[in-house]
């Protein structure tokens, strides 16, 4: 019977290698997506410290033209919040893109790895067959030699 070949192996390849792709574009994306986020955190931070510090100068009776420019500030913090969140927004959505083709990719190698498995299997089991057919000719050989001695 031969060495086990398994004819769809080229389309094995190339899905195989769709799925690495899916798979490092999709951890781009989560990566992309955490850069994000961790400055979006990083906004809020500051938006947090510059209201705090506005307390704090209220307490101290600084000016009150200082204290309007820390408010501007703020103001632009939350501008630059606002928009970083649609960003992430749409930055999730890719990722949920990614995730998707990941899964996809993932299923077609899946069903040529069964289809694989399977096709070596039936080869085994021909293997298998051939030996125990060799070795019950062997037998009914030695079988036929000693019964006509």
Do not use: W
Request: proline share 1%; net charge neutral; glycine share 6%.
């Amino acid at each position: 019977m031969g060495r086990f070949v398994f004819k769809l192996e080229p389309l094995y390849e190339y899905r195989q290698r769709i799925e690495e792709i899916c798979q490092k574009e999709f951890s781009e994306a989560l990566k992309r997506l955490e850069d994000e986020e961790a400055r979006l955190n990083c906004l809020k931070a500051s938006s947090r410290r510059a209201a705090g510090e506005i307390d704090d100068m209220k307490e101290n009776g600084s000016g009150v033209e200082e204290i309007n420019l820390y408010y501007l500030y703020i103001a632009g913090l939350k501008n630059r919040i606002d928009e970083h969140e649609k960003i992430l927004k749409e930055f999730r959505e890719a990722l949920e893109v990614n995730r998707a083709r990941l899964i996809e990719a993932s299923k077609g190698k899946k069903v040529l790895e069964i289809m694989k498995e399977r096709s070596l299997n039936s080869h085994r089991e021909g293997l298998n067959r051939e030996d125990q057919k060799a070795t019950d000719d062997m037998v009914n050989s030695l079988y036929k030699r000693s019964g006509n001695q």
